[in-house]
């Protein structure tokens, strides 16, 4: 009795298939890492760079600083920076933020401002939110009024529909806020 190799009468053609599927997994993985890990050293980078400067005095100056940070260390920050107003405009509007059960309606102002205020299953004691906000990379950076104003509060965007009327925030804490649109924002300066 002879033994006989089980993949002799199988094609190469399968093995190589499969030994480039592999190979060509590894390769999005290690590229995958690469980039995850620019974008975190880029957001440290302009932290540290906006913390070691002059201090932002107001919630509006501390987004704004950082956004101009992520928009010079950017590979198109000219794009980056020309299309800053629609990119904002994208988000303008009164929006329901639900985390859990909670609902607060937030309204983001095209000039860079926002207000949240308590709307459903909130705590009796909760307060209205007021600062400033604007979006940088694929995340909204927030300052607010009352508290400290830097470092800012960013929030890497993700799960947005395609016709931005729903998006998701990752939380600095690990949890998700959903932010579904209830009215698109009338100003002059987001208008085609």
Known sequence: MSVTDPFQNRPRWILRAIGWIVALAIIFILG?????RKQVERTVSCL???????????PAAAVEKYAACIDRQSTTAAASSAAKLPVRCRYAGVWAAARGNMVYQVTLKADGKFVG???????ADAQVITGAWTVAGNALVWAYDSGAVWPPDINPISAETDNANAFTLREVNGSTTRYTLIERSTSGTCRK
């Not at 995958?32 to 995850?36: A, E, H, K, S």
């Not at 540290?48 to 107001?58: I, K, V």
């Not at 308590?118 to 705590?123: D, F, I, M, R, S």
């Open 32 to 36: 995958y890492r690469v980039m995850f």
């Open 48 to 58: 540290e760079q906006a913390s070691s400067a002059e201090r932002a005095t107001s």
């Open 117 to 123: 205020e308590p709307a459903e299953n909130t705590p």
